[in-house]
């Protein structure tokens, strides 16, 4: 058994995922919609080890404990029932982007686990080809490549998404590559994510208005549990169909007037049901509420950018690339914003080489 | 035929009024509780006079024309039906506090000339007798006390806060003293305000942050029409009910806690719907949302005080009476409060002397 070594990008979501149907399998409330984030990513390698006493977790340079310890090990579990072996694994992974900035990173680092564990724990039977990743590739719709050969264990994309979504819901949508849509499914066969679009398919970008805090806002696993406390929940996933197939329809013509306006319009949503919880969770500063006027502001003199943001007080302002450079300025010139990141829209989850001497890696 | 002065406080909203059943009519989507606010106040002077070619409506010093002159009329034409009169009127109407702070002007301004015009329109038949006005004592319910001895045209006080609501929705609120809830009623005929507890049964205060702002936000009127395009709206009324038994309840029992976290909530829940409306309707300024969080700090660490926000930047900071002179300390001290006005409980719309020659008056 060989170390592997998986690449993930954290995603944004144009329309938001927000509250459980089933909290332990993380069966969405809704179906959402997202774009990866080029160039933000989590590297992680996993091996597992006949010698070792217990999963050996290392985040960013540090030995994981308790909760994070568990939740890691919670997914070794599931590949090691899948896969068959009892091994425990070392597992070490980095960001490249810093906690705390507020850039969700559990997205990829469970996308990037899933990866590297399977193939880690030879789920796919062509672990050292090229077959391995080709599946990967931007575009890519489970069922129509299957992630392996026949003839061995078989893992599709379909089923990384799933079990990346068990790990952190929105980790799914980190999978499959470019645009991206999770279906909130009937079950947990049916919940996992799939590209709508490639990368190259519209050119957007993120520019992400990181806002000075002082507060830990509430973990989303904590946030999306008291979801159902809002009396505004159930309409705003009454809803959502209608927003998917905008937002949808919105980016496969590339239409940004019309996914503008949807995308806030389900940030907002999302803020709204937020804000009447019980009790209340308020992700927004007050230099979050400036950003988001100066970018109503900019549209509607002809920029092409509109705001969507997450649990947290940061904003993530969707541009075209012929605007970006104007609006990277214009963001980093408000009050508050500490600083500012560019992200263009990214790839699947993929294996890349690691610094091991696995001598099959890719 | 003589003039006639009637005063009348503007009133905050506890439960909030946002959207209507039927526009032309201002029944409201869902009930409502209110205080009034003493010391703020509009004073109105009708007199009908048979020589003048129209109704001659000044405000604040200034003719009004176009829609506000309109507005005013409307409310003198269904006056003029009540009392079969044919005579225009002359109106002039003050307020103590500056339109464009944006405290609510309209509600002090109908509940004013709904009472004055009335009487001037020699509804009352005992208009120059101390009983007109002993029915708009604190406390006083419609039905309990008419506003009128028997034998003439009765107009008491469920009939004077229709009146007031036809002129604008939350002037019906404005008409019965201290506070006062505003059922939503089945139709015209019994959607009217009445006071469920007198200025003296709790020692409020509100404090209120008046926010710098170069934005001039929409008009409630219109805000009202919008309130049906959030996919929110219905669900924030079909729980108002629940909203108004929690809240009516925590001020007879003048339990603060119980009611500074119902006036959050209710005041989150109708901002979450006009950010969600279509346009969305921010009326928050980044200093909105400073003094909000402001406010939960200071009540987590046991300052007896809560967050309420109309259809514009300002919060109304609802305190007792005891933590009047610390909030307002506080709450002047937060960066973007242009100044701070504290108002107590005020009573209900009333009669006063005017400096006409009106031999009859009070």
Redesign the interface.
């Known amino acids: 058994m060989y170390p592997f070594t998986a690449l993930a990008n954290p995603n944004i979501a144009f329309i938001k995922y927000w509250g459980n149907r089933n909290d332990a399998l993380r069966l969405p409330a809704n179906g959402s919609i997202s774009m990866n984030l080029d160039g933000l990513e989590t590297r992680t390698t996993v091996h597992f080890d006949a010698f070792l006493p217990a999963d050996d977790v290392k985040i960013n340079g540090k030995i994981a404990r308790g909760a994070a310890h568990a939740r890691v090990s919670k997914m070794l579990d599931e590949v090691r029932a899948l896969a068959g072996i009892h091994h425990f694994a070392w597992v070490e992974s980095e960001n490249n982007f810093p906690i705390g900035t507020g850039i969700a990173s559990s997205a990829s680092a469970f996308a990037a686990l899933a990866l590297a564990a399977t193939k880690a724990a030879g789920l796919d039977p062509s672990p050292c080809g090229d077959d391995a990743t080709s599946s990967y590739h931007p575009g890519a719709l489970p069922g129509h490549r299957p992630g392996v050969l026949p003839g061995g264990h078989r893992l599709d994309l379909a089923a990384l998404s799933r079990l990346a979504r068990r790990g952190s819901g929105s980790a799914c949508r980190s999978i499959p590559g470019g645009f991206v849509e999770w279906a909130a499914g009937t079950g947990d066969a049916d919940s996992y994510a799939v590209s709508i679009a490639p990368p190259e398919h519209w050119d957007l970008a993120d520019c992400i208005a990181v806002i000075s805090t002082d507060h830990k806002p509430t973990g989303s696993t904590e946030g999306h549990a008291m979801a159902g406390t809002s ?2 929940q ?3 996933v ?2 959502a169909p209608r927003r998917l197939d905008i937002c949808r329809h919105a980016i496969l013509n590339r239409d940004f007037a019309a996914f503008a306006e949807i995308v ?2 389900d940030s ?2 999302m ?3 937020m ?2 919880s ?1 009790p ?1 969770l ?1 992700y ?7 950003v ?2 100066a970018v109503r502001a900019a549209r509607a003199k002809g920029l092409l950018v509109c705001y969507t943001i997450d649990a947290g007080p940061n904003v993530h302002v969707i541009c075209t690339g012929a605007a970006a450079e104007e609006t990277a300025k214009l963001v980093g010139s408000l009050p ?1 914003v500490r600083e500012v990141r560019l992200a263009k829209v990214g790839g699947p989850a993929r294996l890349v080489k690691n610094p091991s001497t696995n001598p099959h890696e890719i």
């Open positions: 009396p505004l159930s309409a705003r009454d809803d806030e319009a907002n949503l803020h709204a049901v804000m009447t019980r209340p308020f927004w500063q007050p230099a979050t509420l400036a988001m006027q508050g």
